[in-house]
């Protein structure tokens, strides 16, 4: 085994300026131990009033029933359906980062892992939240789960797509947050050891489960990060495919289709890129962390985007050619008359997500684009947007027009407590990032040391010396160190 | 128990590795190393055996299999044989999401556990640190000394190794329960006299 930390000058540094490990310390764990600035205040303010107009409308909604809400016949998954989907699809990015692209050796994931994965926790988090309400009489909710009760026993049906959501989803929670949690472990214990306050080393110390940093302990975190990397790859692409099964597994014109899943799975990886982007745009600004997070980061992120864009492009366009091809009188009109048109009454949506999701992530085929933050971050808002337009059309244009025309519903939109629900789902999702940027460091400290003397720009200005050498004298200089 | 160990903290990982070499030549017996970054190799160099957490991941992961196909399959055929649309008692594709949700869900946790147990690591654990920096920029190599060892002699060896901070420490071993803002007190075995 040869010690050379070696990589091409070619690679662009993942962490800019002149770094040691110490500095990479400072950087990333100082604004834990700093007190909170004005800005952070503001930001925490407003994500909990959003959160407690949130709670409020949950609150008319288990009072007064659903009857709050403008879901009825025909459209009986309204917003709450779509929201859960699309904060869902968001939680995906975190573990496709940190599992797939660990898997794949890809270096950059180190940079932006920590941030998606807790972005990852608190999506699925929100996105709990709407079925969990949607049933209706939430405090009989548990009865989703099977356990040997004295009702029969009844149990759930195991046939049924929503309750595979059910264990897809729960599962996904818990394995998303072992993960982010083990690969913690190591930097709170870097946290408890710097803290000064009493405060500070008591929750550190707890936190970090009494963390050494062993050589046998990491030896096995490793071994487990692998492994779980492993298992939360095929995990994370079956959570959005048995999310699609819950309407592909129906007979509804416009969800009856084999594409579901992999144009579920791109769309989820798309969105989820997007939201990683908006935060992690502001957040190294706000914490200065332009450093670890850099434009090369961003630019990796943005090819993700334009590629799961086009894939889901070329899913709406297959969809839409299955749908003729079928020959189906019912597939085709929900294609036809529902969606394309313009002029139907929600027309202005299938567009908006044609020209949010297809249109403009083609533009980050220029490099210049991808690597302009300022228009990422646009484009990350955009995508959103779109992504939500996507699920809005799938659900609704669906099932707004029955096969019984007498019972089309006019027009829905949602009332005010339903849209209230959704402000508390971004009021919980902010308020727990807003509260992790602050004590947690919200980027993985152990792994940009262990990558710091390969890919650090202070340590790949020093290789010139190895990049001119003739082959047989690298050869003959490593070998020393080779066992 | 309390014993004496001779720490080095080294800065650089191919010094370290060259000490690890060296003093396991000489003879010493290394605790253990603390890095604040996982390095690659050295728990070959130290001469520790590979981890078996991914083998316990498997026997979880068949486990959830097994719990979950079993159940399913004795809930609907055994236990309350329901007719859902005239669809077969034990319709093995549709139990396939739940039987894979569960592999995963029972290794993943299952590991988790196992390998929490075996670092001895929970809330409340504490264990002696014998460099703070160690989780910082510092690797802490740590030769536990024995009732024939030359404090002084090996702390020159380490210092020739490359270590740049050198002390001795006496420190209990393993974990116990404690918090971290309260000082360490080390535990000490004393003679008791026992009346006869």
Same mark, same amino acid.
């Given at each position: 085994?040869?010690?050379?930390?070696?990589?091409?000058?070619?690679?662009?540094?993942?962490?800019?300026?002149?770094?040691?490990?110490?500095?990479?310390?400072?950087?990333?764990?100082?604004?834990?131990?700093?007190?909170?600035?004005?800005?952070?205040?503001?930001?925490?303010?407003?994500?909990?009033?959003?959160?407690?107009?949130?709670?409020?409308?949950?609150?008319?909604?288990?009072?007064?029933?659903?009857?709050?809400?403008?879901?009825?016949?025909?459209?009986?998954?309204?917003?709450?359906?779509?929201?859960?989907?699309?904060?869902?699809?968001?939680?995906?990015?975190?573990?496709?980062?940190?599992?797939?692209?660990?898997?794949?050796?890809?270096?950059?994931?180190?940079?932006?892992?920590?941030?998606?994965?807790?972005?990852?926790?608190?999506?699925?988090?929100?996105?709990?939240?709407?079925?969990?309400?949607?049933?209706?009489?939430?405090?009989?909710?548990?009865?989703?789960?099977?356990?040997?009760?004295?009702?029969?026993?009844?149990?759930?049906?195991?046939?049924?797509?929503?309750?595979?959501?059910?264990?897809?989803?729960?599962?996904?929670?818990?394995?998303?947050?072992?993960?982010?949690?083990?690969?913690?472990?190591?930097?709170?214990?870097?946290?408890?050891?710097?803290?000064?306050?009493?405060?500070?080393?008591?929750?550190?110390?707890?936190?970090?489960?009494?963390?050494?940093?062993?050589?046998?302990?990491?030896?096995?975190?490793?071994?487990?990060?692998?492994?779980?990397?492993?298992?939360?790859?095929?995990?994370?692409?079956?959570?959005?495919?048995?999310?699609?099964?819950?309407?592909?597994?129906?007979?509804?014109?416009?969800?009856?289709?084999?594409?579901?899943?992999?144009?579920?799975?791109?769309?989820?990886?798309?969105?989820?890129?997007?939201?990683?982007?908006?935060?992690?745009?502001?957040?190294?600004?706000?914490?200065?962390?332009?450093?670890?997070?850099?434009?090369?980061?961003?630019?990796?992120?943005?090819?993700?985007?334009?590629?799961?864009?086009?894939?889901?492009?070329?899913?709406?366009?297959?969809?839409?050619?299955?749908?003729?091809?079928?020959?189906?009188?019912?597939?085709?009109?929900?294609?036809?008359?529902?969606?394309?048109?313009?002029?139907?009454?929600?027309?202005?949506?299938?567009?908006?997500?044609?020209?949010?999701?297809?249109?403009?992530?083609?533009?980050?085929?220029?490099?210049?684009?991808?690597?302009?933050?300022?228009?990422?971050?646009?484009?990350?808002?955009?995508?959103?947007?779109?992504?939500?337009?996507?699920?809005?059309?799938?659900?609704?244009?669906?099932?707004?027009?029955?096969?019984?025309?007498?019972?089309?519903?006019?027009?829905?939109?949602?009332?005010?407590?339903?849209?209230?629900?959704?402000?508390?789902?971004?009021?919980?999702?902010?308020?727990?990032?807003?509260?992790?940027?602050?004590?947690?460091?919200?980027? %993985?400290? %152990?792994?940009?040391?262990?990558?710091?003397?390969?890919?650090?720009?202070?340590?790949?200005?020093?290789?010139?010396?190895?990049?001119?050498?003739?082959?047989?004298?690298?050869?003959?200089?490593?070998?020393?160190?080779?066992? | 128990?309390?014993?004496?160990?001779?720490?080095?903290?080294?800065?650089?990982?191919?010094?370290?590795?060259?000490?690890?070499?060296?003093?396991?030549?000489?003879?010493?017996?290394?605790?253990?190393?603390?890095?604040?970054?996982?390095?690659?190799?050295?728990?070959?160099?130290?001469?520790?055996?590979?981890?078996?957490?991914?083998?316990?991941?498997? @026997?979880?992961?068949?486990?959830?299999?097994?719990?979950?196909?079993?159940?399913?399959?004795?809930?609907?055929?055994?236990?309350?044989?329901?007719? @859902?649309?005239?669809?077969?008692?034990?319709?093995?594709?549709?139990? @396939?999401?739940?039987?894979?949700?569960?592999?995963?869900?029972?290794?993943?946790?299952?590991?988790?556990?196992?390998?929490?147990?075996?670092?001895?690591?929970?809330?409340?654990?504490?264990?002696?640190?014998?460099?703070?920096?160690?989780?910082?920029?510092?690797?802490?190599?740590?030769?536990?000394?024995?009732?024939?060892?030359?404090?002084?002699?090996?702390?020159?060896?380490?210092?020739?190794?490359?270590? @740049?901070?050198?002390?001795?420490?006496?420190?209990?071993?393993?974990?116990?329960?404690?918090?971290?803002?309260?000082?360490?007190?080390?535990?000490?075995?004393?003679?008791?006299?026992?009346?006869?």
């Amino acid at each position: 085994m040869s010690l050379l930390k070696y990589e091409s000058q070619l690679r662009e540094p993942l962490v800019n300026g002149d770094k040691n490990y110490h500095q990479v310390t400072e950087d990333i764990i100082g604004p834990c131990e700093t007190k909170p600035n004005r800005l952070w205040w503001i930001g925490l303010s407003i994500s909990l009033a959003l959160l407690l107009f949130g709670v409020y409308s949950v609150y008319r909604e288990v009072t007064y029933g659903i009857g709050q809400w403008n879901v009825n016949k025909t459209v009986g998954w309204g917003w709450a359906i779509t929201n859960f989907v699309w904060w869902i699809g968001i939680g995906h990015a975190g573990t496709l980062i940190s599992a797939i692209l660990l898997l794949f050796g890809q270096k950059w994931r180190t940079g932006v892992n920590r941030a998606a994965e807790a972005m990852t926790i608190f999506a699925v988090m929100c996105a709990a939240m709407f079925p969990v309400f949607h049933v209706g009489r939430v405090w009989d909710a548990f009865f989703l789960f099977p356990y040997p009760n004295s009702r029969g026993p009844v149990w759930p049906n195991f046939n049924s797509a929503l309750l595979w959501d059910v264990f897809a989803v729960s599962t996904y929670f818990t394995v998303s947050v072992l993960f982010w949690y083990t690969g913690l472990l190591p930097d709170l214990a870097t946290l408890r050891d710097r803290a000064k306050k009493k405060f500070g080393k008591m929750f550190y110390g707890l936190a970090s489960f009494g963390w050494t940093g062993s050589t046998k302990h990491w030896q096995r975190q490793e071994s487990l990060a692998l492994v779980l990397a492993g298992l939360a790859t095929p995990l994370v692409l079956s959570v959005h495919t048995i999310v699609s099964f819950d309407f592909a597994t129906s007979v509804i014109p416009g969800w009856h289709t084999t594409i579901f899943p992999p144009y579920f799975v791109a769309g989820a990886v798309f969105s989820g890129f997007a939201m990683v982007q908006s935060l992690l745009i502001i957040t190294r600004k706000v914490l200065h962390l332009e450093d670890y997070i850099t434009l090369g980061h961003i630019e990796a992120m943005n090819k993700v985007i334009v590629l799961t864009g086009s894939i889901v492009g070329c899913a709406y366009l297959s969809e839409l050619f299955v749908a003729w091809y079928s020959m189906n009188t019912y597939e085709w009109w929900a294609f036809r008359q529902n969606r394309v048109n313009i002029f139907s009454p929600y027309g202005w949506a299938y567009y908006g997500m044609i020209f949010c999701n297809v249109v403009s992530p083609q533009l980050f085929w220029s490099r210049k684009l991808r690597r302009n933050v300022l228009f990422t971050f646009f484009m990350a808002v955009l995508v959103n947007v779109g992504m939500w337009f996507e699920r809005f059309v799938i659900f609704v244009t669906s099932i707004y027009r029955d096969y019984l025309p007498s019972s089309w519903t006019t027009y829905y939109s949602p009332t005010i407590w339903e849209i209230g629900f959704f402000l508390g789902t971004f009021g919980l999702f902010f308020t727990l990032y807003f509260v992790f940027a602050k004590f947690f460091p919200v980027i %993985a400290v %152990a792994e940009i040391k262990a990558i710091l003397k390969t890919s650090g720009e202070n340590y790949k200005d020093k290789m010139s010396d190895i990049e001119e050498m003739s082959t047989e004298k690298f050869y003959e200089e490593e070998m020393e160190h080779a066992h | 128990m309390i014993k004496k160990f001779v720490v080095g903290s080294f800065e650089d990982e191919k010094v370290l590795f060259s000490a690890v070499k060296n003093v396991r030549r000489a003879g010493y017996k290394i605790h253990d190393v603390y890095t604040p970054f996982p390095i690659h190799g050295l728990d070959k160099a130290m001469g520790l055996r590979e981890t078996s957490i991914h083998t316990m991941g498997f @026997i979880y992961g068949i486990t959830g299999t097994t719990i979950a196909l079993g159940g399913m399959g004795w809930i609907f055929t055994t236990d309350w044989p329901l007719n @859902i649309g005239g669809k077969p008692h034990f319709p093995l594709p549709a139990f @396939i999401p739940i039987t894979f949700e569960l592999t995963v869900l029972l290794s993943a946790v299952g590991m988790v556990y196992t390998f929490c147990w075996l670092c001895k690591m929970m809330p409340g654990v504490k264990k002696h640190h014998f460099n703070l920096r160690s989780t910082d920029d510092l690797m802490t190599m740590v030769i536990e000394c024995t009732e024939n060892s030359n404090e002084a002699e090996m702390e020159n060896f380490l210092k020739d190794n490359g270590a @740049i901070e050198i002390n001795t420490q006496m420190a209990e071993e393993g974990w116990w329960f404690g918090r971290y803002d309260k000082d360490q007190k080390l535990y000490r075995t004393e003679e008791i006299e026992v009346a006869d």
